[in-house]
């Protein structure tokens, strides 16, 4: 799929949500910072759900903001993993730097945790794929740093309480949130999340939601392996 935007300053336009732009339909922006909107999109040529990130003039404009962000993409792009959303296109327009990342219809765990929290065996398979996805970054050389329960996405099959898959949106976005620092994202900062994450399905308490002893806040039903684990995470996080 090749998106191309003829239009200057879409990025920093206030609405675009029902506009057509080259074969996708901007249907909601859903993220904007100074250096890029993030649209929920749809292809109208085959329906596929898609997100477009679309970058500002300011990264194009900066050879280093333009070149951390190129290469980011890059890697998502080649980032073949059931627990990553895939990047289909990156597309260098009069409009800034396009990229086209796939969007899922499922739930985010922020939703999810809403109707009810993660049983002990779906928190047990939610984090093996949290993990997994959040790996396969790492073994590339790229953190996320912008994993949060709205982007984490969880498909659940509630007939069976089986999670049939989790997946974090692509790594890319890091760049695209913090290029107002000079620094890579730490892969560190991705283990902390994790510990939190795994914690909030299985409590629906978010880091920073309250003051809380996040050891203590585990809930004793939790399964020792499981209850190893997260302890572990928290303590090295």
Known sequence: ?????????IAD???????????????????????HSAFEAECTNSNR???ILLASR??????KRKERVLRDARISAGMDHPNVAPV????DTSAGLLVVEGRTKAPTLAQRVFVSPLTPSETLEFARQLMSGITAGHRLGIAHGDLRPKTVSVEHDPASGIVKRVRITSFVRSSLMRLDDSQSVDPAEDVRSFAEHVLYSVTATAAGDQ??????????????PLRHVLIQTIQQG
């Open 1 to 9: 799929y090749t998106a191309v935007i003829r239009h200057r300053g």
């Open 13 to 35: 336009a206030v609405d675009h949500s029902g506009r057509i732009v080259s074969h996708y339909r901007l249907l909601q922006c859903v993220h904007r910072n100074r250096w």
């Open 49 to 51: 759900a898609v997100t």
């Open 58 to 63: 300011a990264i194009v404009d900066d050879p």
């Open 88 to 91: 289909f296109d990156i597309e």
């Open 211 to 224: 003051e809380i002893d996040q050891i203590q806040s585990i809930p004793s039903h939790i399964s020792e």
